[in-house]
């Protein structure tokens, strides 16, 4: 009997060792289940706040300008032609800042920590716990509650609500990169079209520089244009009024020469008289002449019919023949003068004085044909 008794004491001793060790080792799972459920349930509940708590927001529509694709040209447009892009665009996928899904509410927390089907707190009024219920047909305890049943959801139920969640949010996330290609693509387009018109707008602006470079050649050209018109109108005008001028003295000199013609016939009849009567003789009156040497006058008009110039004296040649006593338009003393051409100082002939109008400075020689050696011009110099 004490040997029983002693073999059952050691029996029961290594019974207690192995159970002491599957103690200890079952304490160590639960530690390693108990680590790895609380930290699985800090990341749901941290991936809870990647997803959007309501559902997804719904389609709305916004109001853009839409791009115009016509043709750009010279031509006035009221109406271009315009792109469709903003009629499909989903512009809720820009909405920002929705609500997240939080787990870490205590009645969350709680649920995500209930892993079997509870009875309600009437049932646990009536019979003080909570009883765990159980499939109907496999006799298993329930993990999920069904809807329209009135029990505490689950950690499957939450689970599944979060599997939903982000099935809503991998959609929205589809249509979002759905849209994010089309605006790519939209975008590449536009790109595309404004480089384009870039091109066409540099090469447009360098016409342009051109053009306004040539515009303003152009209007330098016309100032420059304008103003020798005026400077030309200005001699025309000048000329002009010197050739009424000269008009108007032309005039007067045709004037003084019917003067002077009739004069001339009747001084021609009295030099014959003189000569005839009283034998006066030219020689010895243009004795009594003394002239400086120098330049006496110009020639102003010439009569090749009658073979006599009208000379314009100068003040002093007139202060000479003043020494003369002779009445004015008489015939004065026979002085002769030298004719050169003003230009080339060419000797042209001789003129001998017969008569001197002294108010207008104005004498008639007779042109000495004997010395002639080209013809006679308005404007020849005369000299002594």
Avoid at 29 to 57: N, S, W
Wanted: charged fraction near 30%; include cysteine.
């Amino acid at each position: 009997m004490g040997k029983l008794l002693r073999v059952l004491v050691i029996f029961l001793f290594l019974l207690s060792c192995a159970a002491l060790t599957l103690g200890i080792m079952l304490f160590a799972k639960r530690e390693l289940l108990k680590g790895r459920t609380q930290v699985l349930e800090r990341h749901v509940i941290a991936l809870g706040e990647a997803f959007i708590e309501d559902a997804p927001p719904e389609p709305e529509e916004g109001v853009f300008t839409p791009r115009d694709i016509d043709n750009v040209g010279p031509a006035v447009i009221a109406n271009p032609e315009t792109s469709t892009f903003w009629d499909t665009y989903k512009y809720h996928l820009e909405r920002q800042d929705l609500a997240k899904m939080r787990l870490n509410t205590h009645d969350r927390i709680r649920t995500l920590m209930t892993y079997y089907v509870r009875s309600t707190f009437e049932t646990y009024m009536l019979t003080g716990n909570y009883k765990i219920e159980k499939d109907q047909i496999t006799g298993m305890p329930r993990t999920r509650v069904e809807p329209g049943e009135n029990f505490k959801p689950t950690m499957r139920n939450l689970l599944e609500e979060v599997m939903e969640k982000a099935g809503a949010q991998y959609a929205l996330l589809n249509d979002t990169r759905q849209q994010l290609t089309l605006i790519r693509e939209e975008l590449v387009r536009t790109i595309e079209e404004l480089n384009q018109r870039k091109r066409d707008l540099r090469a447009a602006l360098a016409e342009i520089v051109e053009l306004k470079n040539t515009i303003s050649q152009l209007r330098a050209e016309i100032a420059r244009l304008e103003a020798r018109i005026l400077e030309l109108e200005e001699e025309v005008r000048i000329r002009q009024e010197k050739i009424e001028e000269q008009e108007r003295r032309i005039q007067e000199l045709e004037e003084e020469a019917i003067e002077l013609n009739a004069t001339i016939e009747v001084l021609k009849k009295r030099i014959a008289d003189l000569i005839e009567i009283q034998g006066y003789k030219v020689e010895e009156e243009f004795a009594t002449v003394r002239l400086e040497p120098g330049p006496k006058g110009k020639v102003v008009s010439i009569n090749q019919e009658w073979n006599y110039a009208v000379i314009e004296l100068s003040e002093e040649a007139l202060a000479e023949l003043l020494g003369i006593r002779v009445p004015d338009g008489q015939f004065p003393p026979p002085a002769e003068y030298l004719v050169k051409r003003p230009d080339r100082e060419e000797f042209v002939t001789k003129v001998r004085l017969f008569q001197v109008k002294r108010t207008r400075r104005l004498a008639i020689a007779n042109i000495l044909t004997d010395w002639q050696q080209i013809p006679v011009q308005v404007g020849d110099v005369v000299s002594f």
